[in-house]
């Protein structure tokens, strides 16, 4: 091990601003997904054989025992994901989805699972439209059974384990199970969520009991909490597997949870998660320098839009520019904007939507490169025309993405690498609960409005169909073996949180915990939002006077990231969370 500097990060808490309608792709810039509360100095992780990353160090314990034990990869994550369930149920859980990227040293190959969320099929376009076709205020929409999509997670982490898992499936259950049973003590991030959220932790009666104290009063840090139902949950997964979640007395639990709400009721149905799957799909990869950069493709806007921005800015010399220059910021923030302007068009589940083939096309990325006027912020950014062979006239997004999110990060002793985001959407998805787990609201990912102007926006509401995501799962391969695992959450911020790093290492030549210690700086929809409390306010002045409009603020993200260099692997985290990377 050896210790690497940290950034100074702002941990006051600010409060979530108000909003009152999803009317556009920029509303997003005015809630996080989860603020910063801590901020703990991380040191980067040598190893040898294996490594594991992820968001709480209970989690990555559990990993790395499956791991020393001769798990492979596919078993650690079992272990380490139900871990994460119980410990930072505000993140991901078996109530919710994930994107995996997934490379398998044995036949040289790198692919994709879809774990994503699917809309039951009874929903309409108009799920999240009052009577008068009016997008309804977020919260109204999120909390209650309305926003609750089939869960993949359960199926994922099961489907993981049939292809590449070595240990017993009831084996990797046990951790999360004892700590489920005994008591778990609640950390300092997941009380201050808890905190924060507290008012819409409080409208269910069990949700309630869960998240407080039997005087009401919000858990604290260091509170011994138990969760017998999770436990129980986990022991009738470990003795009849995945099925008992899709079609037995769990599945029966979760739609009469989600149908019978009284205030907002959902249309999940038994239908609906008896027919759901794990999709398998080829990786979308771009190249940047030597290097290609693969991850995953529709529903998820992450490797499309980061390859999109690395693509433009490939056409400027970005190394010898340097990470102090605040033209360098200029030319990633309008190639970011250049890129979500696509995203926003075209990009959503590719399976119900006709999609642009061209999104990653040399020329067509150097066509919006040259755009870009080095010292000058573009005063518009539009769509572009990327090639397409089944054009289709769609309007632009409107929806918001919050997604409370983790990522995780496994390197097992044969090379086997698996690089996942895993999420519930927003902060405790729906505040609903069942089972002693929280179900998800990935179902607010759509855009609430189906149309505009008699077009069709393409991430709209339709049954069965998956939300689109920007969660970037990304493994960056150099001749056709691993280099680099890495990915965030964050909102649709983890694009840039992405990119950011994938830049800081390859250009600016910053190791792994240096590129995600590195201040965030990004820019989505025009606003260039700076990391307060951080070196990055310094390029406040010059943004502006390049023509950008600048905020600071809290910009959580929690990356993950493992580097192979020759013989060793090199594992970072997020100092903005309580994450570690652990090997041997």
Not at 392 to 401: G, H, P, T, Y
Request: hydrophobic letters at 40%.
């Amino acid at each position: 091990m050896y210790k690497k500097s940290l950034i100074t990060v702002s941990v006051a808490l600010a409060c979530f601003s108000a909003f009152a309608t999803t009317t556009g792709g920029d509303v997003a810039d005015s809630v996080a997904p989860e603020l910063t509360s801590k901020v703990t100095s991380k040191q980067s992780v040598e190893a040898e054989k294996y490594m594991v990353a992820a968001a709480n160090p209970l989690a990555v314990e559990a990993g790395y025992e499956v791991l020393k034990n001769g798990g492979s990869a596919a078993d650690a994550l079992v272990a380490v994901q139900t871990v994460l369930g119980l410990v930072e149920p505000q993140s991901s859980g078996l109530g919710g989805g994930a994107f995996l990227v997934y490379y398998d040293a044995k036949n040289k190959k790198i692919t994709t699972f879809d774990g994503r969320e699917t809309a039951p099929l009874a929903a309409k376009p108009e799920l999240f439209q009052d009577e008068n076709g009016k997008p309804l205020k977020f919260y109204d929409a999120v909390v209650g059974g309305r926003s609750v999509g089939t869960p993949g997670t359960v199926k994922l982490l099961a489907t993981m384990h049939e292809k590449y898992g070595e240990k017993e499936w009831s084996e990797l259950l046990k951790p999360a199970m004892s700590l489920a049973e005994n008591g778990f003590s609640v950390s300092e991030r997941l009380a201050s969520s808890i905190e924060r959220d507290k008012k819409r932790l409080s409208r269910y009666p069990d949700t309630k009991a869960y998240f407080f104290t039997p005087d009401g009063e919000p858990l604290k840090e260091g509170s011994l909490l138990v969760n017998k139902a999770y436990a129980k949950t986990l022991d009738t997964l470990a003795k009849e597997g995945e099925e008992a979640f899709y079609s037995g007395v769990i599945a029966t639990d979760i739609v009469n949870k989600v149908t019978g709400i009284s205030d907002n009721p959902g249309y999940l149905a038994m239908e609906d998660l008896a027919i759901y799957k794990v999709i398998e799909r080829e990786a979308t990869c771009g190249s940047y320098h030597q290097y290609d950069i693969c991850g995953m493709g529709p529903p998820s806007s992450g490797a499309l839009t980061v390859g999109q921005i690395l693509g433009i800015v490939s056409h400027f010399d970005l190394k010898s520019m340097g990470p102090n220059n605040p033209e360098a910021w200029q030319i990633i923030g309008d190639a970011s904007r250049l890129a979500f302007a696509d995203r926003g068009r075209y990009m959503a589940d590719s399976d119900f939507v006709p999609m642009p083939d061209g999104l990653l096309d040399e020329a067509y990325l150097e066509s919006r490169a040259k755009l870009i006027s080095k010292g000058t912020a573009l005063s518009e950014v539009s769509p572009g025309n990327p090639p397409w062979s089944n054009r289709m006239a769609l309007a632009d997004d409107q929806s918001i993405e919050l997604p409370s999110t983790t990522h995780i990060v496994i390197v097992d002793e044969a090379g086997n690498t698996i690089s996942m985001t895993s999420t519930v959407e927003n902060g405790f998805g729906s505040r609903v609960m069942s089972n002693g787990f929280i179900l998800n609201n990935e179902l607010t990912d759509f855009s609430f409005a189906s149309h505009k102007n008699g077009y069709p926006i393409a991430n709209r509401v339709e049954p069965g169909k998956r939300p689109r995501s920007s969660m970037a799962p990304t493994i960056v391969l150099e001749n056709d073996k691993p280099y680099m695992a890495v990915g965030s959450p964050g909102g649709s911020r983890i694009i840039g949180y992405v990119a950011q790093t994938l830049i800081a290492h390859f250009d600016w030549g910053m190791d792994i915990q240096d590129a995600i210690n590195m201040p965030h700086l990004v820019n989505r929809f025009g606003t260039y939002d700076l990391e307060e409390g951080t070196d990055a306010v310094k390029f406040k002045e010059p943004l502006e006077k390049m023509g950008f409009k600048v905020n600071v603020r809290d910009l959580n993200s929690g990356l993950h990231g493992v580097v192979f260099t020759g013989n060793k692997l090199i594992g970072g985290a997020d100092p903005r969370r309580e994450g570690i990377a652990m090997g041997e």
